[in-house]
């Protein structure tokens, strides 16, 4: 049966704070600190396993190899070479998987088939090297042609951030859907990382229905206050766009056009006068998991830890739970060391709309295979890493070991 499956990437061995993208202001802001990637691989599986609790469908990809040697090579680095030029090949940023890829689920495409693209990435160097590895591991979890179709990422002229820029509104997961792609326009004191022809280009590959497709412009200022990715103000899950009011640049009109060719839309939207944007960035209370519960439970919100911190967002939080609205439950997790770096909750997963019956069973999660994963990050994942132990052959080798093992337990040593 077609239904949603969350892909979290599991955090790989070599996290750590590097302050690599410009215009994420967690990331900006813990540049230097020392990284705890046990704890940060731990918290995402006790997040999978959180899931799995609601009697949802979850999925995993693994973290890519690291340190990149062919990056470092294009770099001309070398042992002798400062850390901080090591942070580019040695990033875990993989394991936000919302930006692994776009993808259009089978019931809104031309040929029936559910359609991945890769993101390229470009406009962040840690990030630009993710995608052909990416595709491996897409092209073996979607490698049935029946049901999907793994494209290529764009041409690198068009910079493209997959899911994180994409929403999908729709009356029941298995149904047509209306696809929202949300673009940046450049020119503002950050990058805007999605452009508008790299989101055209996806629809266009993806064949989908362009009388059902919407390309939204995300708010500038939204840009400018470190929403780098338009999931950071709204997220979207079956009729529901839950979105803070300065999300999108017309905000009137990106409703209208939704509403056109989907009038059951129903906006849950967040006044500025009850939390500012810089609180929703701070917080991320709009890179949230809006999950349909099993059974007719109605939708729940998993939130980062943060939110209930912050007395303007819970406070909102608990009128809105009040008001008998479409969500029900707010549901607070510990994402802590991805939050750092700028990585909520929602960031960490790819939803994938399918029959889980169609994909590779490696990469779907139980309770069994959590705590095998589980064993071999308590006793391989580095307890810490400080920014001077980039680049030393000392971590690579402990960073490749680890992530080996994680490989040969899940039987996908094939990705080695
Ligand atoms: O691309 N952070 C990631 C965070 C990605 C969040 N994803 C979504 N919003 N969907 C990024 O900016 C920081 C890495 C460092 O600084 O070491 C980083 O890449």
């Known amino acids: 049966m077609i239904r949603e499956i969350n892909f979290d990437g599991i955090v790989g061995p070599s996290h750590n704070y590097a302050g690599l993208s410009l215009g994420n202001i967690a990331s900006a802001s813990h540049k230097g600190d020392p990284s705890y990637p046990r704890a940060a691989a731990l918290q995402g599986i006790a997040k999978m396993r959180r899931n799995m609790e609601l009697g949802l469908t979850q999925g995993f990809f693994l973290p890519l190899p690291r340190p990149n040697h062919a990056l470092e090579a294009r770099l001309g680095l070398d042992e002798t070479a400062p850390p901080q030029l090591h942070a580019a090949p040695w990033s875990a940023s993989s394991m936000w998987t919302a930006n692994a890829a776009t993808v259009s689920p089978a019931p809104d ?5 559910c359609h991945l693209t890769p993101a390229n990435l470009v406009t962040m160097l840690h990030r630009a090297q993710e995608w052909q590895d990416t595709k491996a591991q897409l092209d073996i979890a979607f490698g049935n042609t029946e049901h999907f179709v793994v494209h290529d990422a764009v041409p690198p002229s068009f910079g493209d951030e997959g899911a994180a820029n994409h929403m999908r509104l729709c009356e029941s997961h298995d149904a047509a859907g209306v696809e929202v792609f949300v673009f940046g326009r450049p020119g503002g004191r950050f990058p805007a990382r999605q452009h508008e022809q790299a989101s055209r280009a996806v629809a266009r590959l993806h064949r989908l229905d362009p009388s059902r497709c919407v390309f939204i412009e995300q708010n500038p200022e939204a840009i ?15 009729r529901v766009l839950f979105a803070h009011e300065r999300a999108f640049a017309d905000r009137d009109y990106a409703y209208e056009q939704i509403r056109n060719i989907f009038p059951a839309l129903e906006v849950v939207e967040v006044p500025e006068s ?7 960035i701070r917080t991320y209370l709009f890179n949230a998991q809006l999950l349909t519960l099993p059974d007719g439970g109605g939708m729940a919100l998993v939130v980062p830890e943060e939110c209930r911190e912050s007395a303007s967002v819970w406070a909102w939080c608990e009128t809105m739970l009040n008001s008998n609205g479409p969500i029900r439950k707010v549901l607070p997790v510990d994402v802590r060391q991805s939050m750092a770096n700028g990585g909520g909750p929602a960031c960490l997963r790819l939803r994938v709309v399918a029959d889980p019956a169609h994909v590779d069973a490696r990469f779907l999660l139980d309770e069994a295979k959590a705590e095998r994963i589980e064993a071999v990050v308590a006793e391989m994942w580095p307890e810490q890493i400080d920014p001077s132990d980039l680049g030393t052959p000392a971590l690579a080798h402990t960073v490749n070991e680890a992530r080996e093992a994680l490989l040969s337990v899940l039987s996908l040593s094939e990705l080695a």
């Open 224 to 238: 400018e206050a470190g929403a780098f990715h338009n999931d950071v103000v709204s997220v979207a899950n079956e």
């Open 274 to 280: 009850a939390v500012s944007l810089e609180e929703a």
């Open 109 to 113: 495409t031309a040929d029936g088939r």
